[in-house]
């Protein structure tokens, strides 16, 4: 169980990772890429991004924005599979990051300048690469073990430097 800290004069950040799944494979093949700018910038990451205001706090309104900004790609089939809730002490900055995951979109694969590329990878590749710590726990549970998730992560200066990591059930929302 993680330590309780005081975060109430700490910032709150609303974010999704919108996640875009190949079904008709073995394995599950996730698009992912090697993140240039932002969140995750140096890492293997997903779509997504910040809510903004027109997204009316709807985590999969904000997947589908971020997946057609990011990639051209219109997410349908959609399930809110978890959350993962990262507080940064240092920064006095809690995340608040919705996993949307679509099976289903249409559109033509085009990434933007955030992502050096965009592809579907199996999730053994992904698990191998240079992803942020923890991603691998909560990605297992999520695709292998089909258990909708929630992340709880302290961390002290940085996303980077993990303290303290908890995993636990999370019911779904469509």
């Known amino acids: 169980m993680i330590n309780?800290?005081?975060?109430?004069?700490?910032?709150?950040i609303k974010?999704?990772?919108?996640?875009?799944?190949?079904?008709?494979?073995?394995?599950?093949?996730?698009l992912y890429g090697h993140k240039l700018t932002g969140f995750g910038q140096g890492y293997m990451m997903p779509t997504g991004g910040k809510h903004k205001p027109d997204d009316?706090?709807?985590?999969?309104?904000?997947a589908k924005r971020e997946g057609f900004?990011?990639?051209?790609?219109?997410g349908w089939s959609n399930i809110v599979a978890g959350q993962i809730i990262v507080t940064i002490?240092?920064?006095?900055?809690?995340?608040?990051?919705?996993?949307?995951i679509f099976t289903s979109w249409s559109g033509?694969?085009?990434?933007?300048?955030?992502?050096e590329s965009l592809e579907f990878l199996?999730?053994?590749t992904i698990l191998n690469s240079k992803i942020l710590p923890h991603d691998g726990d909560w990605l297992r549970r999520v695709f292998l073990e089909e258990k909708?998730?929630?992340?709880?992560?302290l961390c002290g200066r940085d996303r980077e430097d993990v303290l303290e990591f908890e995993m636990l059930d999370f019911p779904p929302k469509k």
């Open 15 to 30: 974010a999704v990772v919108g996640i875009f799944e190949e079904l008709e494979h073995d394995e599950p093949r996730l």
């Open 69 to 74: 900004e990011e990639a051209q790609l219109q």
């Open 122 to 124: 199996p999730l053994s």
């Open 89 to 100: 002490r240092d920064k006095r900055q809690v995340l608040l990051i919705d996993i949307v």
């Open 56 to 62: 009316n706090n709807n985590p999969v309104t904000v």
């Open 108 to 115: 033509d694969l085009k990434w933007n300048g955030e992502f």
């Open 148 to 153: 909708p998730s929630l992340v709880k992560i």
């Open 4 to 12: 309780t800290i005081d975060t109430t004069d700490f910032e709150q």
